[in-house]
């Protein structure tokens, strides 16, 4: 029998109406959340993730702007213009949208983010306060990740968890969230030996690498809850995750599928930590 579809766009959809009815009861007492989304150069996808993340916002009914600047913005412009968003009051989330052109250091600009306002939770001060449990906010993908599993009510307490993939915004993070819900975690990367010893041990399989269909069935535990992070683009235009759905969907118990899947549930948790960040506005 085929694995549980673990369905990304009905998920962000029913936290979407609960993140705009209490964006709509801040709103009434004064505060609307804001995110400014920073876009430099012309990558296509990022021109598509950023107009996916204003949309969003515009949806639930958030304050947006999105300010596209060209490829050859000099770095102290763009540190200077995130100084000003850092004291603008009806902005309350920033998010620089990587990858930046190379003559940019991206840890500089994400430093200079107030930390109240990195709702990408990407700054040190954010991934440090992941790493003791205590985080202002936590990277988007990840803890929508954390969202999927929640509504499937697995029980993440003395599970073995192993993530594929090791960067600092998809699988360090996943694991500290996996490891405070109690999973016993293993974090795999490029180097590791005889990868498929270790994901055939996975109740919980995150797969995060960018490398096409290379989660195939035969690496997978039968029951295994597998979920899919990787956005791949095929020569023939259509995307793909980096576990190979059509084989690993007979062996899992259950899996998101690539697109519709972790995809949604990032924007989504964008949108819940623009919100948090305005409720925590002393009004
Ligand atoms: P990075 O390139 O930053 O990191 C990839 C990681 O995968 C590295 O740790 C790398 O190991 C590891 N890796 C690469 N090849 C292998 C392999 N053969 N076996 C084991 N590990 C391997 O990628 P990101 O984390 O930024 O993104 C990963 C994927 O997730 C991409 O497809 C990206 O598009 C997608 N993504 C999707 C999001 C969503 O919203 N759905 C959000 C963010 C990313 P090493 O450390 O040794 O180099």
Avoid: W
């Avoid at 270790?198 to 809850?225: F, Q, S, Y």
Wanted: hydrophobic share 45%; proline share 6%.
């Amino acid at each position: 029998m085929p694995a549980q579809l673990i369905d990304g766009n009905a998920l962000a959809k029913k936290v979407r109406l609960e993140i705009a009815t209490r964006t709509a009861i801040l709103t009434a007492k004064g505060v609307k959340p804001g995110l400014a989304v920073l876009l430099v150069g012309e990558d296509p996808a990022s021109q598509v993730y950023v107009r996916n993340k204003v949309k969003a916002c515009e949806d639930v009914g958030m304050h947006s702007i999105l300010e596209r600047h060209p490829a050859d913005l000099s770095e102290e412009k763009l540190l200077k213009r995130i100084a000003e968003l850092n004291q603008d009051a009806s902005i309350h989330g920033i998010l620089v949208q990587l990858p930046l052109p190379k003559h940019i250091d991206s840890h500089r600009v994400i430093e200079a983010i107030a930390p109240e306002k990195d709702v990408d939770g990407f700054h040190v001060a954010n991934a440090g306060a992941l790493m003791i449990g205590a985080p202002l906010f936590r990277p988007c993908t990840p803890y929508g990740c954390m969202k999927m599993l929640e509504s499937i009510e697995y029980p993440t307490k003395g599970a073995r968890a192993v993530i594929v993939g090791a960067s600092n915004i998809v699988g360090k993070p996943m694991a500290m969230l996996l490891l405070q819900a109690g999973a016993t975690v293993t974090i795999c990367n490029s180097k590791t030996k005889d990868l498929a010893a270790h994901t055939k041990e996975a109740d919980i399989l995150v797969v995060a690498t960018g490398r096409p269909k290379m989660i195939t069935g035969n690496m997978v535990k039968p029951g295994a809850i597998v979920i899919d992070v990787g956005i791949n683009r095929l020569p023939d235009g259509k995307l793909c995750g980096d576990v190979d759905f059509d084989e690993v969907k007979y062996v899992a118990g259950a899996i998101t599928p690539v697109p519709g899947g972790v995809g949604p549930m990032t924007i989504t948790m964008l949108l819940l930590n623009t919100l948090e960040a305005a409720e925590r506005i002393k009004i």
